[in-house]
């Protein structure tokens, strides 16, 4: 229970949220004010309960999978990226290179949604609300080239241990050309409108300072580090993935306050977006061939499979849920160490030995089980470094799995930025964090 010593006979105890709609639900912040200026506060965090530790440490690796997808429910193929990068290090196992590929152009996809999604709520926060609606159908593009890559919108569950779930779809290009056409449209609307509109700049522009000392004091990482104008950025600094062979910048602010972190995160959106371009003729050159088999559906094939050994040598049908998924792609998208991967459908359908690899890589007890040890693996996420250390006891259930989620440390901060500041100001502040209960009440 948050307890306050009054600093001044005059002041005035005012309590804000977790109810409150800017506070999402999951925050409380309990203000002492003299008039409409916040002298003191102290901040709640733990309203969702997420407990994805503890649950981590019941379930098998690939069941994990999901669970990361709820951690950034805004970007969440970042968080299965940050997941199987540390088993796959564990494991000592090798990711083919046209699934890093396919990785770094998702999180890339994912950071840009991400951004948009915080960037669009903070200003609506502030009043603009067009800004809202113009971010959110840029959103849409990219959310619909998600859809179309991994079969959903949010929890995608999409980037496993050793690959990726599937291929990208043949319109592929298509569709995130026209997403970055559309969204750097958007981007140019919301900049003319925004930028240097003297109401946004008064609600931003020296709000929410916090120096660089102390934003390393306090663990940040991320759009809110750079825009204190310090250097770091997990990509540049631990390279992982297909990052090293792309080109791109880290946007720094100067001031370390509400307007810098949004015009950082604005940039980023444009760097994601060339990255995407180079990830786009990465994958043209790593294209798999093209099977000219004729199609069989599951069904015809479980059933010829017992008269005919022939079906082995054509290419299945998948339901559209499986597509990408065919044998032929297996070597583009997963680790060839079969032993940790998932079997093709063809080959489950086909033969006993798919089954009984389909059975052993699903049931408790047995699946991936990686040799005793402890390793800590970090990718660059939405809000800063995301990390994930895991200990082995050599089962097929972590040990230990704790995860360093960036929100948590940019929240420790928010009494010290708030303080001095006019109620009103909390809203831009608090919104410029973009605070993420999943991953902060982890």
Known sequence: MIKIKKESDNSFILNI???HPAMHGTIRIVVETEGEKVINS??????LHRGFEKTAEHKSYPKIIPYTDRLNYTSPLINNHGFALAVETLLGIEVPERAKIIRVAMDEIARITDHLIDVAAMINETGAITVLLYMMEAREYFWDVIDSTT???????YIRIGGVKADVPENFRELTEKAIKETRRIL?????????NSIFLK????IGVLSKEDALSYGFTGPLLRATGIFYDVRKFSPYAVYPKVEFEVPLGENGDVYDRYKVRMQEMEQSMKIIEQCLDLLDETAPERVSNRDVDAAEALSKSKFDKGVKTERIKLSPNLEGMERESYDGIYSKNRRFVPPPKQTVYNSIEGIIHQFLYVMDGYGIRPPKGEVYAAVEGGNGELGFYLVSDGSDIPY????????FHLMSSLSEMIKGHYIADIIPIFGSINMIGGETDR
Do not use: F, Q
């Open 42 to 47: 102290d901040v709640e965090i733990g309203y």
């Open 203 to 206: 609600r931003t522009k020296g």
């Open 400 to 407: 230990k799995l704790h995860v360093r989620a960036p929100s």
């Open 151 to 157: 079969g959903a919108r949010v929890t995608t569950s």
């Open 17 to 19: 949220g977790p109810s």
């Open 188 to 196: 140019r609307e919301v900049d003319g409108l925004i930028s240097k």
